[in-house]
């Protein structure tokens, strides 16, 4: 897999029927390393090492539906009160991000109303504050510290 434009992490691998998998300390079990896996790993440990938010607040491709569309979404950290603190879409390395990336994070967002929002692609990182009595998002250099 190629280098990310994140932090060296350490991953644990295995063969699985002749597929590679990676494990994901999220959901407790091993996933078959697809590009896009690999940029949400590194998202994972990303949010646990760098931004120090509670594993127990880090949710996963978990299903939900928009307009009687079943979606997943990549990634949720929770806030303690069980709203929604930051989602998180991933896109595989080779997929560029565009308006069309934004509308599907926006899209889930009408469901799930995070206060922030990430979007990656492993390269490039962009980083939003929603701010929903104005009906717009703002760009961040990045995404804030977990809080006590």
Known sequence: MQQLNFPSYSFRFK???NKVAIFDEIRKKFVILTPEEWVRQ???QFLLQEKKYPKSYINI????KINDLKKRYDIVVFNPDGSIFILVECKAPEIKISQDTFDQIARYNMTLNAQYLMVTNGHNHYFCQMDYEQELYKFLQELPNYQL
């Open 15 to 17: 063969n699985n029927e």
């Open 42 to 44: 590194h998202v994972v």
């Open 61 to 64: 491709e978990k299903l939900l």
